[in-house]
């Protein structure tokens, strides 16, 4: 009893197997850093009041943000589900992340998401709110554009990092179709007609080989008239 030899096979990709810690990780540490820079800000700022840092227009300037990311404004609780899907959408996906970039920008965008919904769970606001009604604390300013915090800018790094991680596994993935392409015949091309034309080539070269071989005439063997031996051994008749 025989057993065919197992061929390798350039399969689908399999998952980073450090994509899932290195996603929990960025995470982790984005949320500390935008939650310890909010609590500098409190401490150290005055409201509403813009302190310079590079320039007159970038600097640091301390808000309260009832509304979204970068000033947009929704009911609290459109942000509430939105960090909900977020959270799951990541959980899932996460554990089959073939890079470790798109790894990165899956933290980013869950700490964006984690940071700015504890402000909303656990920091004042709305005296006459409810649950997930805390407003957000922003401070860094640039020129007239809505001041932002650190959970904003992962928001905005994370997306742009996950583009470019998707362009660069389509681009992984058509590099891989055309090596395969090109070990295998290539579709559309009939190998029947291929050897037809190579039957041909063949047949074509022997009918040249055959025309080039001379071609003895009767009677040049001798130089005669052509006409037979017998004719030739008779005597000339008077």
């Keep these: 009893m025989t057993s065919e030899p197992t061929v390798a096979t350039d399969a689908e990709p399999h998952a980073h197997p450090y994509a899932v810690p290195v996603g929990a990780i960025v995470a982790a540490a ?19 009041r813009f302190v310079p840092f590079l320039g007159d227009s970038i600097g640091w300037e301390l808000v309260y943000n009832p509304g979204g990311a970068f000033g947009l404004p929704a009911p609290s609780w459109i942000f509430l589900v939105v960090t909900v899907v977020v959270v799951v959408l990541v959980a899932r996906v996460l554990p089959r992340t073939r890079s470790l970039l798109a790894a990165s920008a899956y933290g980013l965008l869950l700490s964006g998401a984690v940071g700015n919904v504890l402000d909303r769970l656990f920091r004042p606001g709305d005296p006459d709110g409810g649950i997930g009604d805390g ?7 640039w020129g007239g554009f809505p001041r932002f915090n650190v959970a904003d800018s992962a928001i905005t790094v994370g997306f ?4 470019l991680a998707l ?13 395969t392409v090109a070990g295998d015949p290539v579709a559309g ?21 055959a025309s080039d071989e001379p071609t003895e005439l009767p009677g040049d063997a001798d130089g005669g008239d052509g006409g037979s031996p017998d004719d030739r051994d008779r005597p000339p008749t008077s």
Excluded at 192 to 207: F, K, L, P, Y
């Design 135 to 141: 407003w957000v604390v922003d401070f860094v300013a």
């Design 189 to 209: 091309v009939d190998e029947s007609e291929g050897r037809h034309d190579t039957s041909e080539a063949v047949s074509d070269t022997a009918s040249d080989d």
């Design 167 to 179: 362009l660069l596994e389509e681009r992984a993935e058509r590099q891989r179709a055309a090596v």
């Design 30 to 48: 984005f949320v500390v850093l935008d939650q310890a820079t909010k609590e500098l800000a409190e401490r150290f700022l005055e409201r509403g």
């Design 160 to 163: 742009a990092l996950l583009v």
